[in-house]
């Protein structure tokens, strides 16, 4: 999950802290100022709420509700990830990252790494196989 520092302190520098809100399924660190949600979960790169945004949908800020609400201006498209969407290319095919991005959880759960349970069976076999 990516911390949004640099960006938050990008529009706060460029005098947007006051008419800008960021949205976000990062991280915040407590040196971040302005209008700002983040840890938005699951995330945008799971299927997450955040993945169907487009251009010119209108985010509503409902702060005395604590709710935010997606107006789309797309005809006959939900507020939810359509079928047509697809998770974006891992950035790494192999090793420990590659790894992590496979087996993290949602930030929702914590970030742990756990191994799926279609994999607890395979890791039985290896394990017994490689047992005397």
């Not at 047509?84 to 970030?111: D, E, I, N, Q």
Request: net charge positive.
């Amino acid at each position: 999950m990516r911390e949004m520092l640099a960006v938050t302190a990008a529009l706060v520098g460029a005098g947007l802290g006051d008419s800008v809100a960021l949205l976000t399924d990062g991280r915040f660190s407590g040196a971040t100022h302005g209008f700002m949600a983040g840890h938005v979960a699951p995330e945008a790169a799971n299927g997450g709420p955040i993945a169907a945004i487009a251009d010119g949908d209108i985010i509503v800020f409902d702060i005395p509700q604590q709710a935010i609400e997606c107006r789309t201006q797309r005809r006959g498209t939900s507020r939810s990830v359509s079928t047509g969407w697809k998770p974006p290319a891992p950035r790494f095919t192999s090793g420990v990252m590659a790894k992590y991005a496979l087996l993290v959880s949602s930030a929702s759960f914590g970030a742990v790494t756990a191994v799926p349970a279609s994999f607890s069976q395979t890791a039985r076999l290896v394990s017994n196989a490689r047992t005397p």
